[in-house]
């Protein structure tokens, strides 16, 4: 791996190499560096997105810098997120170098309306290694939340692993971990309590060096208590969950990458109210694998699973081997993950059209099925 000879600032590629690497910099990104012919520029990751200009790092310092006006006005341009690797001509960023993946979920606002706004990517994190989904063992314990989570995860094609925190409330904190595993499959799960370090010691081996990990969570779970019990320090600021309606405030208002002592780096995140989907990218066959087992298996292969003859995801929810709640989680999900595909190419209009006629062929089939047991 080699870093450009010189730069401006004329410190020799072996001198910032190391710092690069800690940081995450390997040959995908040192390709696409080797693709540009200018010594002007010298790459750094973002640390930090303020609202007028960015926190990037070499590994050694940080220093503040805007961006190009070309890249906020080009759609075609990726914007800088926390997480990018970045080129940098003197305090200005003119290049984002391409993503090895992004976390990315719809705009605010848009979960469950079927709007323009509906289209909007909000890409929340870049370039990471593993994905903390982060749920309380207190009132935010939420196992049709966890789906979501681990179907935007999926969506994404990033590598999930599931943090309960505030494992000291309870005496027998393992059943919520069994509870987990009834919808989580191989994902890891990790039962953690920041007040006395339980749990800490398993987390260790995602924090080696270089590797990046984002944290999503509700407020309140407890993402920034974590963050600070794994530094030893207090690094993130945190406030008390709110005993009366079990929720916590945002005290995370930003994103930032942190360096953290074990040599990785943590992206903590504000909570999240709405877990909107960008796209569909195949998340929900890998968070719902049993359904999806059986929905191969169905006599028709566009079955829809609620209504037509030999369908074997509704044979298995007669026999149990499928939970109704389940069933109606992937539902749910798969109707609004369809939703958004269609927009991507077809009129609002046309959409609507077809998505009522679907509804109204569905009602007349079991009609029809009443009909003929009658």
Not at 36 to 44: E, T
Not at 149 to 161: A, D, F, K, R, W
Request: contains cysteine; glycine residues 8%; positive net charge.
């Amino acid at each position: 791996m080699m870093i450009k000879k010189k730069h401006t600032n004329n410190i020799d590629a072996t001198d910032i190499l190391q710092p690069l690497l800690k940081m995450g910099w390997d040959s995908h990104f040192q390709v696409h560096l080797d693709n540009i012919c200018n010594d002007n520029f010298f790459p750094a990751r973002v640390v930090g997105v303020r609202k007028n200009s960015f926190l990037i790092s070499q590994g050694t310092s940080e220093r503040l810098v805007t961006v190009a006006g070309r890249l906020s006005h080009h759609k075609e341009s990726p914007f800088p997120v926390t997480g990018d690797w970045v080129l940098v001509n003197d305090k200005v960023i003119s290049a984002v170098l391409p993503r090895k993946n992004t976390l990315s979920r719809g705009a605010t606002g848009t979960h469950g309306k079927q709007d323009s706004q509906s289209n909007k990517e909000q890409i929340i994190a870049a370039n990471l290694d593993t994905v903390f989904i982060v749920c309380g063992l207190d009132r935010d314990f939420n196992i049709r939340r966890l789906e979501r989570y681990l179907t935007l995860v999926y969506n994404c094609g990033l590598t999930p692993s599931i943090i309960l925190t505030k494992a000291d409330l309870h005496q027998n904190p393992e059943h919520y971990v069994r509870e987990v595993g009834t919808v989580t499959f191989n994902v890891p799960v990790h039962f953690i309590s920041a007040k006395d370090s339980t749990g800490l010691a398993s987390l260790e081996p995602y924090l080696s060096q270089g590797q990046t990990i984002a944290m999503v969570g509700s407020s309140g779970a407890g993402k920034s208590t974590l963050v600070n019990r794994l530094a030893g320090k207090t690094i993130q600021a945190t406030n008390l969950v709110s005993e009366h309606v079990g929720k916590g405030k945002h005290t995370t208002t930003s994103r930032s990458l942190i360096m953290m002592p074990q040599g990785g780096m943590v992206i903590d995140n504000p909570g999240i109210r709405e877990i909107g989907f960008w796209d569909d990218g195949g998340g929900l066959n890998v968070a719902f694998p049993e359904i999806e087992e059986l929905a191969n298996t169905c006599r028709f292969h566009d079955c829809s699973h609620t209504h037509e003859p030999g369908c074997q995801v509704l044979h298995g929810l007669t026999i149990g081997t499928i939970r109704k709640e389940r069933l109606d989680s992937y539902q749910k999900m798969k109707r609004e993950l369809a939703y958004l595909s269609n927009r991507q190419t077809k009129s609002a209009d046309r959409v609507e059209k077809e998505r009522w006629k679907e509804v109204s062929l569905k009602i007349k089939a079991i009609n029809n099925r009443k009909n003929d047991h009658v």
